[in-house]
């Protein structure tokens, strides 16, 4: 059903909608609205389960864990200084290959002390061993929770995913969102069917220690299951939009790249915003195009070749950087394209929550072509 | 698992003489089968789950150093959910407890969980050598609470962790020593049995990190008791309700004395005024929870 809702109640919704036994959640901007909402439902017997209103984002996952382990459907939410606090964890979580599913409301991370939107929080955990998908919009945003649970619970993959939409941004929009219904979503999504769990009955021991005889086939396995992951979420994008007519089947997603020479490749909202700006520069006849990157863990990096076909130059537009170097998906894509003769200039924007234009955009179409990049974009001139 | 082995028993790789390892067995003769433990990064992971081997009968979960309790707290509410009604106890070192762990476990108290929280303590960070925690006595040397010219070991007194989780609303808090076997027994029992967020502390000597003989980590235990240094008792909902007497309580040398990390305050001679200041700490405790037996008819 269409409804008018803002992003983090559409996310509550969609949470909702996929019968989490446990929540366990700490609130922290911007992504209050989602969990103030999920303790609305829980009190209103419309979500039947335990939320643990725990006392940090770290006993938040680490709550998560221990309900996933004990076998239930898991949820929780965070973004920014809080999925800092839980870093220990993220790592913990994957490595016990447990499928728990966290929205992350993208926020910047301190020094200085920032609530706006950047992507550098869920960045930083890129070598976590979650699964790391970045919503567009709210309707992305909801329909990817819907398949995140079902890739992270599916007996090949088996790791936790992150689904991570731009704060502010995103969390407080109002946009229109088709709602499936709790029908829907039960015959899409099964209830969880977990393999190994702490059960009286069939003791086992989880999270033992590793010497180094067999620390590396632990993490070889779980690279494993990082990459089946790939097939696993184009299965389910692919059964998603049979069921739901919206496409989520690619790891990557093209606009106007069939003629293209240059592109844009980016993450999250701001593929809206080039998109726009893509418009504008075709109608002044610039071959141009995007191709926006859904799924970050895996990374798609023969689906990012296979959509450049005549390509010739791409502008990788980062809301992170790894400081000393460049932009974290710029340096993806560059790896991805290694070899292809393919010229990829990273621009590092919009830290912070600065805000990104169309025409900022085109500036940087126009910095392209020069042959500008790997720089940030839109500083103050004072500090140059 | 053969049919020989007990619940926590079968192959785990701690010293000979291990308090701790001794206390994990007593806990889950205990609690008995129908229990999760959940454990902290510590000795006892270690010495009992090098994988692919496990010392555990029973299901065990670890996943870091901090955060037993706010794992506990997500199994707990996982079974609730699904109505199942597994113990849910948490056995976890002094290190994880009284320091690093401590905001996950305030949180976990003060919300109420249906857990028993039970602290092997062994009065020092023993699974990275041995370093001072929160735990640590006077005056004990560890390596980072060395004695030195300028030093007589640790600075400050143990931290009243029972005491601190008492005034969190736990229903139940008691001290044990793996020195009284049916004693720590009996209380962990009262401690399963009880709902809500339980607290026990075990007195665990570590012959290893204090310095004794493996043989006699039962007589070290019994001394610390003996001497007012640790003290048995029960809390119920915050007021102490039993405490183990002594008859006729021994002088600090006697404990002090067998163990290396007091060693240097008998080297080269008696350090009259550091033992003395012992000496204080245990009548105190002695005073405060009324352990003398025979303290009336002295007065």
């Known amino acids: 059903m269409m409804e008018i809702l803002e992003g983090s109640h559409a996310v509550a919704e969609a949470v909702r909608l996929c019968r989490p036994q ?17 303790a609305s439902m829980v009190a209103d017997c419309k979500l039947d389960a335990e939320y643990i209103c725990v006392e940090s984002e770290f006993s938040a996952l680490s709550a998560c864990l221990g309900a996933s382990a004990a076998g239930s459907r898991v949820y929780s939410a965070t973004t920014s200084q809080g999925l800092a606090l839980m870093f220990e964890v993220c790592f913990n979580v994957a490595g016990m290959r447990q499928p728990v599913v966290m929205t992350i409301a993208n926020r910047a991370l301190g020094a200085p002390l920032n609530i706006w939107n950047d992507q550098q929080d869920s960045i930083s955990l890129r070598d976590s061993g979650w699964l790391q998908f970045y919503a567009e919009d709210n309707q992305e945003a909801t329909d990817l929770h819907f398949i995140a649970y079902k890739v992270a619970e599916d007996h090949r993959v088996l790791l936790p995913a992150m689904v991570c939409f731009d704060g502010f941004i995103l969390t407080h929009t109002y946009e229109p969102v088709d709602m499936p219904s709790q029908e829907a979503i039960d015959a899409f999504l099964p209830p969880y069917a977990p393999v190994n769990i702490l059960d009286a009955k069939k003791p086992m021991s989880l999270g033992m220690y590793a010497t180094p005889d067999y620390y590396m086939e632990f993490r070889y396995e779980t690279d494993q299951a990082q990459k089946r992951a790939k097939e696993v979420f184009a299965e389910v994008g692919a059964e998603f939009a049979a069921k739901f007519g919206r496409d989520y089947s690619g790891l990557v997603e093209g606009y106007r790249l069939e003629d293209a020479d240059m592109a844009f490749i980016a993450l999250g909202s701001i593929c809206g915003t080039v998109r726009e700006a893509i418009d504008e520069m075709r109608a002044d006849g610039k071959k141009v195009g995007l191709l926006k990157v859904r799924s970050f863990r895996p990374f798609p990096s023969e689906e990012i070749r296979a959509a450049l076909p005549g390509v010739s130059k791409v502008a990788v537009l980062d809301k992170n950087i790894s400081l000393g170097q460049k932009g974290a998906l710029a340096l993806e894509v560059r790896d991805a394209l290694y070899g292809s003769g393919i010229d990829v200039k990273g621009y590092i924007l919009a830290l912070g929550g600065r805000d990104v234009r169309q025409a900022d955009i085109k500036a940087i179409a126009d910095l392209l072509e020069k042959g500008e990049g790997d720089q940030f974009f839109g500083l103050r001139t004072e500090v140059l | ?82 109505g199942r009604d597994e113990h849910v106890v948490c056995i976890c070192g002094d290190g994880a407890t009284f320091d690093i762990g401590m905001l996950c476990i305030s949180g976990a108290f003060e919300r109420g969980h249906d857990i028993t929280y039970i602290c092997y303590d062994n009065e020092a960070y023993m699974n990275t050598g041995i370093q001072r925690s929160g735990a640590t006595p006077y005056d004990a040397d560890t390596t980072t609470s060395p004695a030195g010219k300028c030093s007589t070991g640790n600075p400050r007194p143990k931290k009243d962790l029972p005491a601190i989780l008492a005034a969190h609303g736990a229903a139940y808090v008691a001290t044990a020593s793996i ?16 709902h809500g967020p339980n607290y026990i502390q075990v007195h665990a000597p570590c012959c290893t990190g204090w310095g004794f003989d ?35 309580r021994k002088a600090v040398d006697d404990y002090l004395s067998v163990q290396k990390r007091f060693r240097h305050l008998y080297r080269p001679g008696r350090n009259e005024e550091e033992i003395a200041k012992i000496q204080a700490i245990a009548d105190a405790n002695a005073a405060k929870f009324g352990v003398d037996l025979n303290m009336k008819k002295e007065e």
């Not at chain 1, 446990?22 to 999920?38: C, M, R």
């Not at chain 2, 806990?27 to 000795?43: D, F, L, P, R, Y």
């Not at chain 2, 070290?220 to 048995?232: M, P, S």
Request: with cysteine; net charge negative; aromatic share 6%.
């Open chain 1, 22 to 38: 446990v929540v366990a959640a700490y609130p922290i901007t911007p992504q209050t609205h989602i969990v103030e909402a999920l």
């Open chain 2, 1 to 82: 698992m053969t049919e020989e082995c007990e619940l926590f028993e079968c192959g785990h790789r701690a010293c000979g003489g291990c308090g701790p390892a001794l206390a994990a067995r007593l806990i889950m003769k205990a609690t008995g089968e129908n229990t999760i433990v959940v454990a902290s990064t510590g000795c006892m992971e270690v010495f009992s789950t090098p994988y692919p081997e496990t010392a555990w009968g029973v299901p065990w979960i670890h996943s870091l150093f901090e955060n037993a309790a706010a794992v506990a707290s997500g199994i707990e509410a996982s079974l609730k959910k699904q």
């Open chain 2, 179 to 194: 020195a009284y076997p049916n004693d720590l027994i009996k209380k962990v029992q009262r401690a399963v049995s009880t």
């Open chain 2, 214 to 248: 493996g043989s006699q980590t039962m007589a070290v235990g019994r001394l610390a008791v003996e001497t007012g240094l640790w003290v048995n008792y029960e809390m119920m909902n915050g007021e102490v309700e039993r405490v183990r007497k002594v008859g006729h």
